[in-house]
């Protein structure tokens, strides 16, 4: 009932003073004060019922509304904590480069790159995918490539990095490898391009990461497969 549009209209609108029936799971009816469900009503606005099931479930993700609902004083709301946890992890992450890393370049990359890369590896360690959008021509590829540079130096990473470029990329432009040597010169980077190149891989020790395109994915996707990558990254992933 607490999605109910009009219902939460209808409790904005009504005096602090007033109280409002709420049926408990077990049937019993529950007077809560209206002053209380008003603390709550920018988070049952994030909630949407499924009109099959009458399963209610979140419309949107708003980490602010959920502390705000959690900490609301003298309200309890049951459930995990693990979103919250999540949410925190996410916006107080520590905006620097792996020290590592920060002693592998041979140039240093700006700040909001480095915010960018480690923006990546918070949400990796936390099992989700990235995407960077950041304008054209500030820094995108070398952020993609502290990444990955990244994830190879933490002590569960048995595997080479996969980034799959478009053809032209790997063969006329070659900014990613040009981007590598400039500022990260000690990355041990693998040109694929055919079933000869793929079968060497498992036999390059130390390998940081396999370039290769999307075409070669394609027409070797079993091998591609076959192998359990650290981190896929996807160039012009639009």
Not at 92 to 110: E, I, K, Y
Not at 184 to 193: S, T
């Amino acid at each position: 009932a607490l999605t109910n549009k009009r219902l939460l209209a209808d409790i904005a609108r009504a005096d602090d003073k007033q109280s409002f029936p709420v049926l408990s799971p077990e049937g019993y009816e529950i007077r809560v004060p209206v002053v209380r469900l008003k603390r709550l009503l920018p988070f049952f606005l994030t909630i949407t019922t499924d009109t099959v099931t009458g399963v209610a479930k979140l419309r949107r993700i708003d980490f602010g509304v959920l502390e705000d609902a959690r900490n609301s004083e003298n309200d309890v709301i049951d459930g995990s904590t693990g979103l919250l946890d999540i949410a925190r992890q996410l916006s107080d992450f520590v905006p620097m480069l792996p020290l590592h890393t920060r002693n592998s370049l041979s140039l240093q990359a700006r700040e909001y790159q480095e915010y960018g890369a480690a923006g990546c590896d918070v949400r990796r360690r936390l099992g989700f995918g990235a995407i960077i959008g950041d304008e054209y021509a500030v820094g995108t590829t070398l952020q993609t490539i502290l990444t990955l540079f990244n994830a190879t130096h933490e002590p569960q990473a048995t595997q080479p990095c996969c980034l799959i470029v478009v053809t032209k990329t790997l063969f006329f432009e070659g900014r990613w490898q040009e981007d590598v040597q400039k500022f990260l010169p000690g990355m041990r980077l693998a040109e694929v391009y055919g079933a000869k190149q793929i079968a060497r891989i498992q036999t390059l020790a130390g390998l940081h990461a396999v370039l290769t395109t999307y075409d070669t994915v394609v027409d070797q996707i079993d091998a591609f497969q076959s192998i359990t990558w650290n981190v896929i990254a996807c160039d012009e992933g639009h």
